[in-house]
T-cell receptor, first 111, second 115 residues
């Protein structure tokens, strides 16, 4: 499974767009990029998943360049409630065998 | 759907006692996972089931830990005997099918404290 590297922490302000980048240099052809969000005292929550180019849903956008060695989770117009830990995971479809969570990025949104 | 349900939400027990954690996955989901989260080690996969059958238990710390899934709507994680180092938050998660195995729905967790 490809190892992922993401910043330990990030700060931003309400109303700003936040981009969290994750590197996964050893990603394989059948691997997908998945992001989870975890609030304090709660279980992780699936946010978004993609293979290449751009994916957008009601929560976030995910940008994946052509070489797929990195990906960027974009959160538009963040609010205080977006303060959480964000995990980038590389998952092999059809053989995920559970999720391997790294340290994640602790995002702190200030007023 | 009520989501993944876990009980109890909090458990405090003394070293040496048996602890049983319970999980009800989302109806219709084929996969069930047990994770453990601590500050030191983060989120770790302990075991997972596919259609009630254990597939991979390589993450189970030792023989003191056991998990069962007697039917599609219920699973247990048992620790016997418990030790202080087992103190952690234990999460149960379920996912729909093999193609969406990455899309896991987590329960609220059980915070276990072993004194």
């Amino acid at each position: 499974l490809a190892k992922t590297t993401q910043p330990i922490s990030m700060d931003s302000y309400e109303g700003q767009e936040v981009n969290i980048t994750c590197s996964h240099n050893n990603i394989a052809t059948n691997d997908y990029i998945t992001w989870y969000q975890q609030f304090p005292s709660q279980g992780p929550r699936f946010i978004i998943q993609g293979y290449k180019t751009k994916v957008t849903n009601e929560v976030a956008s995910l940008f994946i360049p052509a070489d797929r060695k990195s990906s960027t989770l974009s959160l538009p117009r963040v609010s205080l409630s977006d303060t959480a830990v964000y995990y980038c995971l590389v998952v092999s479809l059809g053989g995920a065998d559970g999720l391997t969570f790294g340290k994640g990025t602790h995002l702190i949104i200030q007023p | 759907d009520a989501g993944v349900i876990q009980s109890p939400r909090h458990e405090v027990t003394e070293m040496g006692q048996e602890v049983t954690l319970r999980c009800k996955p989302i109806s219709g989901h084929d996969y069930l996972f047990w994770y453990r989260q601590t500050m030191m080690r983060g989120l770790e996969l302990l075991i997972y089931f596919n259609n009630n059958v254990p597939i991979d238990d390589s993450g189970m710390p030792e023989d003191r830990f056991s998990a069962k899934m007697p039917n599609a709507s219920f699973s247990t994680l048992k620790i016997q005997p418990s030790e202080p180092r087992d103190s952690a938050v234990y999460f149960c998660a379920s996912s729909p099918d093999r193609q969406r195995e990455y899309e896991q729905y987590f329960g609220p967790g059980t915070r276990l404290t072993v004194t």
